[in-house]
Structure formats: structure tokens, C-alpha cells
């Protein structure tokens, strides 16, 4: 059972990336998915969540009407599209699962995390 982040990378500013979360072992669609990042020498901090339940999604306000959150349940993926994309947004990048359909990150009870992704903004 395990979560598999992937899609990170180095992108100029002002660029987008799309980083993935696959599950393996069990079924996405039955958990609330959040993503998270770290910079470095920096706490970790809730970036963006989608439910379960109706699909209903959370932002941080440093990334609203920059990142979007979606679910593919045939895939078994949450995708996390990251548009304008800014130096600050450096960070590895990860996803947790919940199986209590928190509605907000800080309400999560996290069962799985995955191993991170990188994200890079430089010119």
C-alpha cells in the first residue's frame, strides 16, 4: 500500500507543471488526498485538498487561482496542476491520503504519504 508522487521538476517562472499521486494497493476514490510542500529550511505546509465524498476542494491562499486539484478514480490518481508558477513554490511537493474525507488539511488523519517530488522554479 503506498502513494507515488511524480511530475516534478525544474521550470522557469511563470511556468506549470502537473505533478501526479497514484495509489497502489487501494483505491483513491475512498480518501480525502491533500498536498503538501516543504522548502527547504522551512516548515511543511498544506497546499491544496480534494474529498472524496462530493469533491469539493481547499486552496491555500498562496496558491489559489494558480493550482488546481482533480481526481482520475479510473486511474487512481490526483493530479495537481500548477500554473504560474513562482520561485517561492520551490519545494518537495507531497500527497497524503485520509480516509476520514477531511474536508480541510488541518482536519486530516493521515493513513499514507508518498516519498515527495521536487519542484524547482529558477530561471
Known amino acids: 500500500l503506498q502513494l507515488v508522487e511524480s511530475g516534478g521538476g525544474l521550470v522557469q517562472p511563470g511556468g506549470s507543471l502537473r505533478l501526479s499521486c497514484t495509489a497502489s494497493?487501494?483505491?483513491?476514490?475512498?480518501?480525502?488526498i491533500g498536498w503538501f510542500r516543504q522548502a527547504p529550511g522551512k516548515r511543511r505546509e498544506a497546499v491544496s485538498l480534494i474529498s472524496s465524498r462530493d469533491g469539493s476542494t481547499y486552496y491555500a491562499d498562496f496558491v489559489k487561482d494558480r493550482f488546481t486539484i482533480s481526481r482520475d478514480n479510473a486511474k487512481n490518481t490526483v493530479y495537481l496542476q500548477m500554473n504560474g508558477l513562482k520561485p517561492e513554490d520551490t519545494a518537495v511537493y507531497y500527497c497524503a491520503a485520509d480516509r476520514n474525507d477531511a474536508q480541510t488539511p488541518k482536519e486530516m488523519t493521515i493513513d499514507f504519504w508518498g516519498q515527495g517530488t521536487p519542484v524547482t522554479v529558477s530561471s
Open positions: 494497493g487501494f483505491a483513491l476514490s475512498n480518501y480525502a
